[in-house]
């Protein structure tokens, strides 16, 4: 989903003395289902807030902030495929 290496990012949860509204932002792989995704998110985070917590999941929102589509983030190896100088080492 998120390619953060801080998991709670992304996740927001607003709770009461009984009930509990989650808030879940993500990034999804190009060609993914998002509306299987989003069901597997929804079943996954109620069962896990309801058994850790005790507290009922009376919503959940999930925001598809990105799309990732592999290989477009590898400006780096782009360059080098262009012929781009590499760049000198700092440490050996």
Do not use: F
């Not at 309801?50 to 919503?59: H, K, R």
């Amino acid at each position: 989903m998120s390619r953060s290496n801080d998991p709670g990012r992304g996740v927001k949860v607003e709770v009461g003395e009984k009930q509990a509204a989650v808030d879940v932002d993500i990034v999804v792989e190009y060609g993914t289902l998002i509306l299987d995704t989003a069901k597997k998110i929804r079943i996954h985070v109620t069962d896990a807030v309801e058994t850790m917590t005790g507290l009922e999941v009376v919503e959940i929102n999930i925001k598809v902030l990105d799309v990732y589509v592999p290989g477009d983030d590898d400006s780096a190896d782009d360059d080098k495929e262009k012929g781009a100088p590499e760049k000198p080492r700092r440490v050996q």
